[in-house]
């Protein structure tokens, strides 16, 4: 069978917000090889209900392993602080939202601005591999590994590119991602809402715990999502997390706005 020829491609995405809720600002950060494709329906269902949205591409992501083996963690917060900044100036309230190293991204702007709240499904602070370890050695001995691979997968997939080698230079700069934003956890105070996947063959339980033990924040909420696995943006829960982060957006603005748009 042939490729279709109307291939999504990855790109940012960005809605300037309609109606009284255009007045707040959702800055979404996908997660480590991935793009704006894996939190799309979310993107989307924050735009149809008038909230502003933007979903930046990060640098060296949706297109192929050597491009993100060239570049780094700093980047890639750095794009997402830029879209952050940019949204927050032209709305009156601005949260901070991400998937697996999304959540890192955006719990790292929550510690260096006053974001209304954050909101993350499966965020990442840690690994399951024990090899993480030394990766800053093994890094020069085996360029690359694959991808992880969930078992029974139930999300629907998206072609975000060519990753079909994950180039541990880039894994590095993950490991140097998390451990920054682990160490300003207890600079974040704004309220936060994290979804868990029940099953979740890509983010080890201790990412949740670090969170719950050192997070500054006394408002945090934790939602499980029974159904779903690592992408549950994709998957069956995503009805929940578009429904309940909507309410948290609601909720934790300053003034609150009306659900109804306009």
Known sequence: MRESSKRT???AFSYPGHGRNAVIGIAICHGFTGSPLSVMPWALHLAEQ?????????????????QLARSGWREWAGAFETAYLELAARTDTCYVAGLSMGGAVALRTASRHQVAGVAMVNPGLSFYDPRIRIVGILKYLQPTTLPIVETNPTAATTDDGDYTQTPLAAVHQLKKLFAAARRHLPRVTAPVLVFKSARDDVVPPSSLAMIRRRLGSADLKVVPLPNSGHVATLDNDAPLIFELSSRFFHEHAPHRVSSETS
Do not use: I, S, Y
């Open 9 to 11: 491609v990855p790109a």
């Open 50 to 66: 008038g909230f502003a949205v933007t979903v930046p591409l990060l640098p060296g992501h949706g297109t192929d392993w050597r």
